[in-house]
């Protein structure tokens, strides 16, 4: 499962820093991954990473800002032209159904696959065998929603050398200890699934918010997660400029981490007035707070790992 | 006088190219520039250029397609952020009004200029004390239009040792002999302009075609210009898929290039399978019909010179 910033930059573009969008690849997807924003040039930075745009599966946009929007109808376009057909689900605040439609009917983009638009409210958004993914509305400017994506826990792997010990034929009965149920086999010996079956993998839970200012609904929506992507456009000596334009510093957003209970911090959507030499230091100001902190760096994977032992680090 | 392309490549960017976007620097304008469509990613681009976006002046859309057009929002809101406040006037097809007035009212995008929208048809789109620039309607699948930006001759220099010597006072009637009125002093001498003004400077003529099919209403409006830029999408061999798309190919823009007796022709907006190694290639193709052709490249200034001098190279 890994997490790759395609662009980590406010508002506008700057050399070597990109608008706001992020990448998902999960296991369970088979080759598929997940987006999440989409400012200007987007596709552009895809084609600097190991992901083929055709097979976006899954976008979800926070806030209709054009720094994490703009990229949109370039992208849905050329996701046509390398040959995606597959359905492509793209969630957003209401307003982006008639951003898409209004810019690919005048451009007259054709889609050679089902484009399915949902305009999300708060709460569960999407949910499959493997994921489920709610939203809530943060504070900014204009309605923006953070996304929590919630991994399923997977059932532990079954121990097949001590069940060929104990007799155990292969086939349905291994389906039956493998989802919880014993079973008594025909010379009346009971096995217990939890006998031969290992600890189930927890879940991981990851959460991406829009532009927000500090608010308790971005504590509750990151309650407890692995991982905490949120938006530090600000240093802290800027913090009025920050409340000014609905935005989070440095420090706030590690007090969010931290309020939270968050195992792992990224900070990430940095004002284009900071070079990427300045990154470290908006590192350093927000590890005070919460010292698990990582300032994103945009085209290097980040590996989001089951355990917690990266705690350590 | 500069022109420099921001994006070659058509559809979508590759690798090392990007979607259509051509600026074009003239020194009558002090320090603004002009642009000619404006695909994703072309602010981008503009950050690798010598062009700082706050100075862009007028901004021609050539036709709706969203390789020509879906940079647009993004370039006019960073205008806005880097400090632009002079106007701006952009021109295109019907069309272009409603497609800037939904993704900027969307995405709630506030200028902090007067964007002036200009939805063109066919004769003169606007003249100024240094340029006229004229609009044709091409051939593609949408109303596609290309550009002729024709500059005013400029009038000779002043021979102001040889007035010295006559005797002229500086002062309004310089301004008569310059302006072309022959004047008669005190002492009743006739001072003739044509004696005390060189020669006029000849004004230069660029044409910039948007997506077309080879069709006479392109020939008429690149007649005798001094620079013709044109679409060449594919090279010869794809002369039937050219025709199907509304494009044209290598041969097909020589042919116009020949036609219209223009001085000298480059080729642009390459299929994203052309690589930057192809364009070779596709230029030598052109140059078996119209010898002084160039396959442009991206971010390198092409000097537009006065005099015809260039055709010898």
């Known amino acids: ?71 949109l109808p370039g992208l849905l376009s050329s996701r046509s032209s390398l040959g995606g057909t597959e359905p492509l689900d793209l969630y957003g605040p209401p ?18 696959y089902p484009l399915r638009i949902h305009e999300i409210e708060e709460g569960t958004v999407c949910e499959d065998d493997f994921f489920t993914v709610e939203a809530a509305k943060l504070d900014h400017r204009i309605d923006s929603f953070g996304y929590r994506i919630t991994e399923l826990p997977r059932t532990g792997v079954l121990n097949t050398e001590l069940l060929a010990k104990l007799g155990v034929p292969s086939g349905p009965l291994y389906g039956s200890l493998k989802s919880g149920r014993d079973i008594t086999l025909e010379d ?22 829009g532009d ?7 504590i509750e929506l990151a309650r407890g997660a692995d991982l905490l992507v949120h938006e530090a456009t600000f240093a802290n000596d800027l913090v009025d400029k ?29 004002s284009s007035r900071y070079s990427s030499e300045d990154l470290a230091s908006l590192e350093a100001e927000s590890r005070i707070v919460f010292s698990h902190t990582d300032a994103a760096v945009e085209l290097k994977p980040y590996a989001i790992p089951r355990t917690t032992a990266r705690n350590s680090d």
Request: with cysteine; hydrophobic share 40%; glycine share 10%.
């Open 212 to 218: 927000t200012k500090p608010c308790d609904s971005a």
């Open 242 to 270: 920050a409340g000014e334009y609905g935005h989070s510093t440095t420090l706030q957003a590690a007090e969010t981490a931290q309020a939270a209970g968050v195992k792992w911090l990224l900070i990430t959507h940095f």
């Open 1 to 71: 499962m890994e997490l790759w910033f395609l662009g980590t930059s406010a508002g506008m573009p700057i050399a070597n820093r990109n608008v706001t969008a992020i990448a998902l690849q999960m296991p369970q997807n088979r080759g598929t991954f997940w987006m999440f924003d989409c400012g200007e040039g987007t596709q552009h930075q895809l084609l600097r990473s190991p992901f083929r745009l055709s097979r976006l599966e899954k976008l979800f946009i926070t806030h209709l800002h054009g720094d994490h929007l703009f990229g």
């Open 95 to 112: 307003g982006l159904r008639e951003f898409i439609e209004a810019t690919l009917r005048i451009s007259e983009t054709h889609l050679g």
């Open 188 to 209: 009346g010996r009971i096995i217990r699934s939890a006998e031969v079956v290992g600890n189930p993998l927890p879940g991981r839970i990851i959460v991406v918010l």
